[in-house]
C-alpha cells in the first residue's frame, strides 16, 4: 500500500480530530495545518505545520513552498476563506503532483454563499428551510 501524506487546512477547528485520526487509521500520513500550533491537531497529527494567515499577501507562495518542502501528496482544505483559492489553484497544484480534495471552482463558488446555496435547492427540489434575505425569521445568519 502506498502512504500518501495528506495535509488537512485549518485543523484547529472542531471536526478536525476526526478527519486527522481517519488518515492515521487508513495508513496514510496526517499533516495538520493551522496558523497557530497551540491546538490539538499538533498532537494529533504525524506531522504539523504553521499555515500563513489568510490575510497574508503571500499566502499561496507560501502554501506552495510549504507543499513542496513537506512532500505533500493529497491537500484537503476545509477553510470557508480559502476555499476558493484552493478550487482555482486545483490543476496547478496538480501539475505539481499534488492532489486537492475539492469541489469544482464554480461549485464551490455557488456553495460559499448561502442564498446561492438556497437557490440551487430550491431549483433542485431539494427539500431546505425558507430562507429571506430580509429579516422575516427568528435564525440570522450571514450569507457567507
Known amino acids: 500500500m502506498i502512504n500518501y501524506k495528506i495535509l488537512t487546512e485549518a485543523s ?6 476526526f478527519l486527522l485520526n481517519a488518515i ?3 495508513g496514510h500520513i496526517c499533516v495538520a495545518s493551522d496558523i497557530d500550533a497551540r491546538t490539538h491537531a499538533y498532537c494529533l497529527s504525524d506531522e504539523f505545520v504553521l499555515a500563513p ?11 506552495e513552498d ?17 476555499l476558493e483559492g484552493w478550487a482555482l489553484r486545483k490543476q496547478y497544484f496538480l501539475d ?3 492532489h486537492v480534495i475539492l ?9 460559499i454563499d448561502k442564498w446561492d446555496t438556497y437557490q440551487l435547492f430550491l431549483s433542485l427540489g431539494i427539500p431546505t428551510p425558507k430562507t429571506s434575505l430580509d429579516y422575516e425569521y427568528p435564525l440570522v445568519k450571514p450569507r457567507t
Not at 494567515?53 to 502554501?63: C, E, I, R, V
Not at 513537506?70 to 476563506?81: L, R
Request: with cysteine; aromatic share 6%; hydrophobic share 30%.
Open 53 to 63: 494567515s489568510k490575510h497574508d499577501p503571500q499566502l499561496w507562495s507560501k502554501m
Open 12 to 17: 484547529g477547528s472542531l471536526t478536525s480530530g
Open 66 to 82: 510549504i507543499l513542496l518542502s513537506k512532500n505533500i501528496d493529497i491537500v484537503i482544505p476545509s477553510f470557508d476563506e480559502t
Open 24 to 26: 492515521r487509521e487508513s
Open 96 to 98: 505539481k503532483g499534488i
Open 103 to 111: 469541489s469544482p471552482y464554480e461549485t464551490v463558488k455557488k456553495c
